[in-house]
């Protein structure tokens, strides 16, 4: 009886080594894969050719008003970054002088622009972030010409910050408000350096923030999806957004990437001198411990998990002279 418990157990590890050794390859292979056609590298002067315009938009044009230019006049394409220690009159002042509408909408008055976006920015208790954030965004996007309006999806302090919902959340809310087109998903702790990044949707959904300092400006890995993303809004509905499960940091961006490439649609990013970032710096999130058991099983569940099963609680909307918040239970 003993041989017998002993063969059983040593089979019985032997095929647990197995199977863990081959969950590990089947990872390595798969990344190794998806590293070598995830990411479409779009250089500067191919960038015009890749954005696409809202058709809202260029009906709009006139004799007397004509479509804005898609790309900014500047040779290197650097951008100022503001001072970090932004008082509140000067966000009453930047709101003022640059004509941005209350719940932070903003349009150019001398031409008709070719992108209507929503920037939509999760958050909770980081208003110093905030602050730079927006005073840097709003001449950055304008600068850009576009029409455009910033959505701040505050969580309360019910449960674990979850990115993810409340992006879904972000684009539930801007579709009541205005039919934008493109959508673009974004950390309020991420400031772009390149006004050549242009706040647009491309044909393909695009990373934007593929290269940030704390990484010594380097993709960390190919299949990288977070920070700062912008998706069409027909493409963010073909994906059913994004899950609602991740709670906690981590895991919810590269399940988004499974999402948009599971049909064999490839990312694209802008080439590494213009989706330049500086992150600011701030505590660290607590990790989802769940999180991997949610990425390697999410495939099951990407038409049942998403914006058709998003629930939560409006608690309160207010339009702040520089974007709207919109406060939620999740």
Known sequence: VLTIFRKLLHSFRARILFLCF???????????????????????????????????NLKGATED????????????????????????????????????????????STCVSQHH??????????ESQLNTFLAHMHPFL????????IFIIEQTYQRPFNRAKLFNIG???AEKISPFHCYVFHDVDLLPLNIHNIYGCTKLPRHLSANIDIFDYKVP????????ISILKSQFLSVNGFSNKFYGWGGEDDDFFNRVTHNGTTICRFEPEISKYIMLSHKKEVPNEDRYYYLTTGGRRFESDGLNSLKYTVKKIELKPLYTRIEVDL
């Open 142 to 149: 304008q600068f850009q010409h576009l029409s455009y309006q």
């Open 65 to 108: 008003k004509q479509l804005c230019d898609i790309m900014p006049m500047l040779i290197n394409g650097s951008w100022p970054i503001p001072n970090v220690n932004i008082k509140d009159l000067y966000l009453e002042n930047l709101a003022i002088q640059s004509n941005v509408k209350p719940g932070g909408s903003w349009k150019p």
């Open 171 to 173: 684009f539930n809310e």
């Open 117 to 126: 976006v929503a920037i939509v920015v999760c958050y909770r208790d980081r």
């Open 22 to 56: 081959s969950s590990c390859l089947f990872i390595i292979i798969y990344r190794y894969v998806v590293s070598l056609s995830c990411a479409k590298i779009i250089p500067l002067q191919e960038i015009p050719h890749n954005l696409v315009p809202a058709i809202s």
């Open 221 to 228: 890995y190919d299949w990288i999806f977070g920070g700062a």
